[in-house]
């Protein structure tokens, strides 16, 4: 082999091993790239996304809660909520002791936050706007906003134990919001902030999804200004009788919707964290009573009901005491001797139930006890409702024949009395209450919620004759003389409870229940109400304290309810044209096209009407009755606005208490409008009420 050959093949070696050498090293690129890009790869884009984005979890907006109007009562509004990049914040103690002074937060906590080795801490969440504007003037480094739901009670502490609250989680904790917290509350959804090359945000604005899910929305049948009337009169009444507590409802007893509820002490949902936990209780629902003497109607009609004793028939009531066993009964309003049955309920004897519920016997009595509700829930759509306590026979003492008929040895929730009185008021159909009208779901699907007759509980001819009784007890000598009103028939029944000491057994001798509970008109019922002072220390009757707080919300209530007295209609002459001639002649009246309408005077439907010929496409109606206002003012141009007409009830002969009402409601008078806790001034300003 020659020297050339060699040198060649050494050369070929040589070229050999670079080739190796390189395609080793193309191998462990390839390797390399094939181990970070497939093998590790999710893991390394998982960091890199970390670095200019982060992951959130939000809340999504509750439903609504409203009015049967559709006025709202709770709704979802966006706030801040304040987060840190702990590794960011440059003086950690500065720091901590501003976000503690101005959030009141303990500084040692949120110093321990900051000197946390993670990228996202929350400092405080659903901060109100007044607060969160004080601390973004600190501009302090790594803090960083980020928008989400908090719920709002616009009318704060109007139907606030109704209404309930929710947690931090925006989770229902009480009222309507925990019982249809499944409905209310929506889905929670994943929100990615994008971080620039600091890791500071890029994007801290409204972090809201259009398109997450979001919760129903909840239509109730409360009434908004009913329920101010109800919840400021029932304060004015625990005031001034220095009670513990109150109580009211008010129901429809045609349908069961609850149009009222309202229990005071009250609070304020928005800040119900400044609040006990006492006043959290619906105690219309969840607390129970000694009813006393408004139990006496149920005992009355079940004993008419089942042929024991008749209207006509008298009984003797022994002049005042009643030995039976170990105990004495009294009739506290007097020593009679023979009364009627009507009288029995218009001079409230004790004795004179006692004895009918000896007529009855035990089967009898508690079987109608348990056909008008009562030791069951009612099924009402609010938590914690109590059964009651109506104990089986064979669990009665002696006496319970003779006391269960005024009202000891039995517990019952203001809600079941009033839903038991409703069964007397519509002739004798117990009706499950409801507080839900209507839920609506996104998108505009609507559900409605409509009565639901549970059974009849007496003959319509037996709540006749008891409707014609408890009138007696609002008349001249009955115990409900208080609750008697102008232009309208009450009928009801009083009721002064001892209560029960818990540790004794005994009853307190100067503590006691005092209510109120009846219907109006009498003949034919608009709102059954219930008004319960527990504990007041001036005047324990009550056909001294609650009839006249049942009297001050009625003659408010009815004409609100449209609902005429008697005093209107005898005032209107004989000649007059029908309403239903009066709305067809107000109907046929010229319209001009482009122009608003002369509304005054004219009805809901006859204003409809008008509105449709004259092109109006959007009109809001406010109130009930006739047109008393309207925005625009008549004979203005029509542009496309929103035209709102405003009615009352027609006030009699132009004077009175009809006439003030009236002028109260029309919004630029010179009075003040009302509208549930807040006050619209003639200059259209809002003030607290």
């Known amino acids: 082999?020659?020297?050339?050959?060699?040198?060649?093949?050494?050369?070929?070696?040589?070229?050999?091993?670079?080739?190796?050498?390189?395609?080793?090293?193309?191998?462990?690129?390839?390797?390399?790239?094939?181990?970070?890009?497939?093998?590790?790869?999710?893991?390394?884009?998982?960091?890199?996304?970390?670095?200019?984005?982060?992951?959130?979890?939000?809340?999504?907006?509750?439903?609504?809660?409203?009015?049967?109007?559709?006025?709202?009562?709770?709704?979802?509004?966006?706030?801040?909520?304040?987060?840190?990049?702990?590794?960011?914040?440059?003086?950690?103690?500065?720091?901590?002791?501003?976000?503690?002074?101005?959030?009141?937060?303990?500084?040692?906590?949120?110093?321990?936050?900051?000197?946390?080795?993670?990228?996202?801490?929350?400092?405080?969440?659903?901060?109100?706007?007044?607060?969160?504007?004080?601390?973004?003037?600190?501009?302090?480094?790594?803090?960083?906003?980020?928008?989400?739901?908090?719920?709002?009670?616009?009318?704060?502490?109007?139907?606030?134990?109704?209404?309930?609250?929710?947690?931090?989680?925006s989770r229902g904790l009480s009222g309507l919001e925990l019982s249809m917290d499944p409905r209310l509350s929506g889905v929670p959804f994943s929100a990615v902030i994008d971080v620039d090359g600091r890791n500071s945000p890029i994007y801290t604005g409204d972090l809201s999804d259009d398109t997450a899910p979001t919760g129903d929305s909840i239509i109730t049948t409360l009434d908004l200004n009913i329920q101010f009337i109800l919840q400021e009169a029932l304060k004015k009444a625990v005031a001034g009788q220095e009670a513990k507590k109150g109580i009211g409802i008010i129901m429809n007893p045609q349908t069961g919707a609850v149009l009222a509820m309202a229990t005071v002490p009250d609070f304020n949902p928005n800040v119900y964290k400044e609040y006990p936990l006492s006043v959290f209780k619906d105690t219309a629902v969840e607390n129970t009573y000694e009813p006393g003497s408004i139990f006496k109607p149920f005992?009355?009609?079940?004993?008419?009901?089942?042929?024991?004793?008749?209207?006509?028939?008298?009984?003797?009531?022994?002049?005042?005491?009643?030995?039976?066993?170990?105990?004495?009964?009294?009739?506290?309003?007097?020593?009679?001797?023979?009364?009627?049955?009507?009288?029995?309920?218009?001079?409230?004897?004790?004795?004179?139930?006692?004895?009918?519920?000896?007529?009855?016997?035990?089967?009898?009595?508690y079987t109608y006890l348990r056909r008008f509700g009562f030791g069951s829930p009612t099924g009402i759509d609010l938590p914690g409702e109590s059964p009651g306590i109506l104990n089986p026979v064979d669990k009665w003492s002696g006496v319970s024949i003779d006391t269960i008929p005024f009202g000891q040895g039995v517990s019952?929730?203001?809600?079941?009395?009033?839903?038991?009185?409703?069964?007397?008021?519509?002739?004798?159909?117990?009706?499950?209450p409801r507080i839900v009208k209507e839920i609506r779901k996104p998108?505009?699907?609507?559900?409605?919620?409509?009565?639901?007759?549970?059974?009849?509980?007496?003959?319509?001819?037996?709540?006749?004759?008891?409707?014609?009784?408890?009138?007696?007890?609002?008349?001249?000598?009955?115990?409900?003389?208080?609750?008697?009103?102008?232009?309208?028939?009450?009928?009801?029944?009083?009721?002064?409870?001892?209560?029960?000491?818990?540790?004794?057994?005994?009853?307190?001798?100067?503590?006691?229940?005092?209510?109120?509970?009846?219907?109006?008109?009498?003949?034919?019922?608009?709102?059954?109400?219930?008004?319960?002072?527990?504990?007041?220390?001036?005047?324990?009757?009550?056909?001294?304290?609650?009839?006249?707080?049942?009297?001050?919300?009625?003659?408010?209530?009815?004409?609100?309810?449209?609902?005429?007295?008697?005093l209107n209609i005898m005032a209107m002459p004989s000649d007059a044209p029908s309403s239903m001639d009066i709305e067809q002649a107000q109907m046929n009246g010229a319209v001009q096209q482009g122009t608003v309408p002369d509304f005054s005077g004219k009805t809901m439907r006859a204003v409809l009407q008008q509105a449709k010929q004259a092109g109006i496409s959007t009109i809001a109606l406010e109130g009930s009755g006739y047109a008393v206002n309207q925005r625009p003012p008549a004979s203005t141009a029509y542009t496309g606005e929103k035209v709102t007409v405003y009615f009352a009830m027609r006030p009699a002969a132009g004077s009175g208490p009809a006439a003030s009402a009236a002028i109260e409601s029309i919004p630029g008078s010179e009075k003040t409008m009302v509208h549930g806790s807040r006050k619209i001034t003639a200059a259209g300003k809002v003030t607290k009420g």
């Open 1 to 169: 082999m020659g020297p050339v050959k060699r040198i060649h093949e050494q050369h070929l070696v040589r070229l050999f091993i670079i080739y190796l050498c390189i395609m080793a090293g193309f191998a462990l690129v390839l390797s390399k790239a094939f181990y970070l890009e497939v093998i590790k790869g999710r893991r390394y884009a998982e960091l890199a996304r970390r670095q200019y984005s982060r992951e959130v979890t939000l809340l999504p907006a509750r439903g609504l809660i409203m009015d049967r109007d559709g006025r709202i009562l709770a709704q979802s509004v966006l706030v801040d909520s304040f987060y840190a990049d702990p590794l960011k914040v440059r003086n950690k103690s500065r720091t901590a002791v501003i976000l503690g002074k101005v959030l009141h937060l303990a500084p040692d906590a949120v110093l321990k936050k900051l000197e946390s080795d993670r990228q996202f801490v929350w400092i405080k969440r659903l901060v109100d706007p007044d607060t969160a504007r004080k601390l973004m003037q600190y501009r302090l480094q790594g803090l960083y906003t980020l928008k989400e739901y908090r719920r709002f009670y616009p009318d704060m502490k109007l139907a606030g134990s109704v209404l309930g609250f929710v947690g931090i989680d």
């Open 299 to 365: 005992v009355l009609s079940s004993a008419l009901d089942a042929g024991v004793i008749s209207p006509d028939q008298k009984i003797f009531c022994e002049n005042g005491h009643y030995k039976v066993y170990n105990i004495v009964i009294k009739d506290a309003e007097g020593d009679y001797d023979m009364l009627s049955i009507a009288d029995i309920l218009k001079y409230s004897s004790n004795i004179g139930a006692a004895k009918i519920g000896e007529k009855m016997g035990t089967t009898t009595l």
């Open 412 to 432: 019952a929730t203001p809600l079941q009395l009033v839903t038991a009185m409703c069964a007397i008021a519509n002739g004798g159909l117990l009706l499950k």
């Open 443 to 566: 998108g505009g699907v609507i559900e409605t919620m409509g009565p639901v007759i549970r059974r009849r509980v007496i003959s319509g001819h037996t709540a006749q004759v008891m409707t014609d009784m408890m009138v007696g007890v609002v008349n001249d000598g009955g115990t409900g003389i208080n609750a008697a009103m102008s232009g309208y028939t009450v009928a009801g029944k009083t009721g002064t409870a001892q209560i029960p000491d818990p540790l004794t057994g005994a009853y307190y001798k100067n503590r006691f229940v005092s209510s109120f509970l009846g219907f109006v008109p009498a003949r034919d019922p608009k709102i059954v109400m219930l008004i319960m002072l527990i504990d007041p220390e001036k005047n324990p009757y009550g056909g001294s304290s609650a009839a006249p707080v049942f009297k001050e919300v009625a003659e408010k209530v009815l004409p609100y309810l449209g609902v005429p007295s008697k």
